[in-house]
């Protein structure tokens, strides 16, 4: 009986680095070659939306929130007019985005507990 050695060919290349590998998160086209206008017309209806829901709600903090959605937009149209650098411009965009939901359901999540 003759022994027959398996071997894995792309062993090599799963361990090699990958470049520009469009299935990474980091690798995302909207994150590498963005100039940001996009993350500001998103940011603007999302925080649009987010306004009105929270200016319906009949409690104090709701407003403030609705101050904090738009401080959280002003903040982006600062960093897409100060940072120069496209990848660090584009991260704090996508962060400050983020934030906006994140913030709105916070504090509407907080008014149906209270």
Known sequence: MEARVITRPAVAAERSPVTNDPT???DQPAL????GTEWLV???????????V????????SDVV????????VAMLVVRVTVRPRRPRVTALAVLLALIPVVTIAELLALIVL
């Open 24 to 26: 990474r998160m980091r």
């Open 32 to 35: 590498r070659t963005s100039t």
């Open 42 to 52: 998103i940011g603007l209806v999302l925080a649009g939306i987010s306004v009105a």
């Open 54 to 61: 929270l200016l319906f709600q009949d409690h104090a903090t």
């Open 66 to 73: 609705a101050a904090v959605v738009v401080a959280l937009y």
